[in-house]
């Protein structure tokens, strides 16, 4: 197991103010950390997890207007208690708008990379000569009585490949990708910092009272049938 050890407060004289200190990092606990994490958001990131497009955009009424109390500044003035009310406020957020955050992420990701066809078929044919390669290593492919994996040995074949992968990463892929992940949390960032978690809660009571009513008024509902005139046959 690789392992990667960090430590401070050494000298000729020994150690000092109570010994040595030391930070040990190995890639398996970094694995495990980074795997958790994606579960779980993988977990919280789900279809039942997204928030109607009213919500998120703090719509109010059937005429898709805006509501000018949904969106608003933490604070009004800046004082000591004016950084723990961002970070409450972006918690808040970032724990009932997850879902619609990860959509808008994807959203922009998706533009960008559209944006840039020569990305995309500069990975398509990375992803070929990738899958071509792993073909290679457990197939026989002879063309002319020759054996094609023979050609360019295994080690040979997967330098040149990492140095085109590399390649491409840097020229084609770093642009678009910075490009997605600033504009992505631009906009993920101000929606967080200015929608009001209070409307929130006030926009949800509306709506169910609002389809309580409904379900009342259809409930009471009176269905008056006309009664039928029958005339005698003569």
Not at 52 to 79: I, Q, R, T, W, Y
């Amino acid at each position: 197991m690789s392992s990667v050890g960090v430590s401070h407060g050494t000298d000729d004289e020994g150690p000092r103010d109570g010994g040595n200190k030391s930070i040990h990092l190995d890639l398996m606990t970094m694995r495990s950390y980074v795997g958790a994490v994606i579960s779980q958001l993988q977990s919280r990131v789900t279809l039942d997890t997204i928030r109607p497009l009213h919500m998120f955009l703090g719509v109010s009424g059937h005429n898709f207007c805006f509501s000018p109390e949904a969106f608003g500044p933490p604070v009004k003035k800046f004082d000591k208690s004016t950084p723990e009310k961002f970070k409450s406020r972006l918690r808040l957020n970032f724990s009932f708008f997850l879902s619609n955050y990860a959509l808008v992420a994807a959203g922009v990701a998706l533009v960008i990379a559209l944006m840039h066809p020569g990305m995309l078929v500069s990975l398509g044919f990375l992803w070929g000569m990738w899958t071509f390669h792993t073909f290679l290593i457990s197939n026989e492919v002879i063309v002319f009585g020759k054996n094609i994996g023979t050609l360019v040995s295994l080690n040979h074949r997967s330098a040149l490949l990492t140095a085109i992968t590399i390649l491409v990463v840097v020229w084609k892929c770093l642009a678009p990708t910075i490009s997605a992940i600033a504009i992505s949390s631009v906009i993920i960032l101000s929606h967080a910092i200015m929608r009001d978690p209070k409307h929130i809660d006030t926009s949800t009571t509306i709506s169910r009272k609002d389809s309580d009513d409904e379900a009342t008024s259809s409930d009471s509902e009176v269905i008056v049938e006309r009664p039928q005139v029958r005339k005698d046959l003569a």
